[in-house]
C-alpha cells in the first residue's frame, strides 16, 4: 500500500494511523458509497469540504459523511458573516487534491480546519487518505492536533 502525503504527515508527528484501502466507484463518490464499499459505519466516516468565507478567506470543514454541512453555523466557527462551498474546478488547483480523495492534511497551503463536534463521540474516525480509495483511520483528537484544527458544531 503506497503511502500519501497525508500519511506522511501523520509519520512525521508520530500519531498512529491506519491506512484503509476501497474500491472506488468514479460514478459515486459519496461518502455512503464509500462506507457500504468499504464496510465502515457511515457515522464514522467524515468527508472533507473547502469553503470560502466572505472576511477570512478560505477554510477546512470534516463533517460527518453522512450529513450535509450548516453555512451558517460554519461561517459563525470561522468568524466570518457567511460562507459558501468552493466551486469544483478550484479545488485541486488550491489544495491539490480532487473531489472524492481531498484530505484536510498536505494541501498545498495551511488553510483553518474545523471538526465537527460530532467526530469527537468516536475513538477513531476515517478520513481522506488524499486520493481515492484510500481512508486513514485515526482518533479525532490525533486529526485536530495534526491539523491544528478547531471544534465546531458546523452541521
Known sequence: MKKTNAARILDRLKIHYELIEYVVDESDLS??????????????VYKTLVLEGD????????????EEIDLKKAAIASSNKKVAMLKLKELEPLTGYIRGGCSPLG???????????????HALIYISAGVRGMQLRLSPTDLLIACNAKKGAIT
Open 31 to 44: 461518502a455512503i458509497h464509500l462506507a457500504e464499499t468499504a464496510g465502515i459505519p457511515i457515522i464514522q
Open 107 to 121: 494541501m498545498k497551503k495551511p488553510f483553518p480546519v474545523f471538526i465537527d463536534e460530532s467526530a469527537f463521540n
Open 55 to 66: 472576511k477570512n478567506g478560505y477554510i477546512v470543514c470534516i463533517i460527518p459523511g453522512g
